[in-house]
């Protein structure tokens, strides 16, 4: 039984939705060619502690930092290390906040300097996979609908869909019902209850969809090692149609 929540609450998981919002646009400014991604990280974590809130990855199953930070061929759980960044790489970034007791959870894929046509696309076709997962985020529709918008969509361009991986209900928890995975059935799995908060995750591949886990039981790799994306947004579940708690907007108008 997942309970909606009350404005209020939702009042306070937008406040979380900017803030993740506005970290990863501070990340974003920072992306280039010659930058280590303990770096980003260190940016994310001080801005996250400047604004009174606390990075909730940092220490989560001893995650041992404020952001995913997962290059090219990783899909998503990355480690920020000394790696330093290189003029086609691309790099997603995942982010978490708790602030007054509640969650936010957002990441975005940077391009860095300029990068290949085919990845280019790998980064427009996951990041509008995920608006078609949103649009069915509508109360009254099941998690196998947005699942099926995602995977409808990136496959039509050939790409692999990530299913070992999904998005989830967020509120005092990062991580609570439903799963949404980012495949399905239409009219298949939870139904989608106006007031329900939910991350949607592509994790979209540009080849095949299989991953491995690294050694160090964290970092998910493509299995042909061509490059993987991952795009996410918090949402709340409305009467006919999906409102937007986080938002790409702080990165893209930089
Ligand atoms: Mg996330
Ligand atoms: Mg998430």
Not at 148 to 155: F, H, K, L
Not at 182 to 202: A, D, H, Q
Not at 218 to 246: I, P
Request: glycine share 12%.
């Amino acid at each position: 039984m997942i309970k909606p929540r009350t404005e209020e609450e939702i009042e306070l998981m937008r406040e979380n939705g900017i803030l993740v919002s506005k970290t990863l646009a501070e990340v974003g400014k920072i992306v280039a060619p010659g930058v280590t991604t303990l770096e980003l990280n260190r940016v994310a974590e001080t801005f996250i502690r400047d604004n009174g809130a606390i990075p909730s990855f940092l220490g989560y199953d001893g995650f041992p930092a404020a952001l995913c930070i997962s290059v090219n061929d990783v899909v998503v759980h990355g480690f920020p290390s000394d790696y330093v960044l290189k003029e086609g790489d691309i790099v997603s970034v995942d982010c978490g906040t708790l602030y007054k007791g509640w969650n936010g959870d957002s990441a975005y894929t940077f391009p860095v300097g300029e990068v290949d046509a085919e990845t280019r696309k790998l980064l427009d076709v996951t990041k509008a996979s995920l608006y078609k997962g949103i649009a069915a985020a509508v109360a009254g529709n099941r998690t196998g609908d947005i699942g099926n918008a995602v995977q409808t969509y990136a496959e039509s361009f050939g790409f692999g869909v990530v299913r070992e991986l999904e998005g989830h209900g967020i509120g005092r928890n990062m991580h609570e019902n439903p799963g949404v995975p980012n495949y399905g059935r239409p009219g298949k799995g939870s139904k989608l209850v106006e007031g329900m908060t939910i991350c949607i995750e592509p994790m979209i591949n540009a080849g095949t969809r299989g991953v491995y886990l690294a050694r160090n039981g964290w970092a998910v790799h493509t299995a042909d090692r061509k490059n993987s994306a991952h795009y996410e947004l918090t949402v709340v579940v409305r009467k006919g149609h999906a409102e937007q708690l986080s938002t790409f907007e702080y990165i893209e108008n930089i």
